[in-house]
Nanobody, 117 residues
Framework: QVQLVESGGGSVQPGGSLRLSCAAS????????MGWYRQAPGKQRELVATITSGTTTFYPDSVKGRFTISRDNAKNMLYLQMNSLKPEDTAVYYCNARKTFTGAAYWGQGTQVTVSS
């Protein structure tokens, strides 16, 4: 059974930082592409960051230079370091795994990030 368990969400002031974690099981972590997505109320889910098995990363312009995605294959862990947070970063953040060969996608339960003064 595939499980993605997230932690690290919370509430911070603008300019603050948070570090999200995702513990993965039931997948071939070392060869699967991992990512973070977010969804704000009334909006579609959007890509935040991805990292391949070769540690190639991608960020959209909205978070580039502020967010950093990383992985620890030995521990089956995925991380998202978020710095210089803005109110528009407020959303539910989801951990994602995309299986190699099949392309099947799996999702975590989501964790709330709130940025306000």
């Amino acid at each position: 059974q595939v499980q993605l368990v997230e932690s690290g969400g919370g509430s911070v002031q603008p300019g603050g930082s948070l570090r999200l974690s995702c513990a993965a099981s039931g997948i071939s972590f070392s060869i699967d592409t991992m990512g973070w997505y977010r969804q704000a109320p009334g909006k579609q889910r959007e890509l935040v960051a991805t990292i391949t098995s070769g540690t190639t990363t991608f960020y959209p312009d909205s978070v580039k230079g502020r967010f950093t995605i990383s992985r620890d294959n030995a521990k089956n862990m995925l991380y998202l370091q978020m710095n210089s947070l803005k109110p528009e970063d407020t959303a539910v953040y989801y951990c994602n795994a995309r299986k190699t060969f099949t392309g099947a996608a799996y999702w975590g339960q989501g964790t709330q990030v709130t940025v306000s003064s």
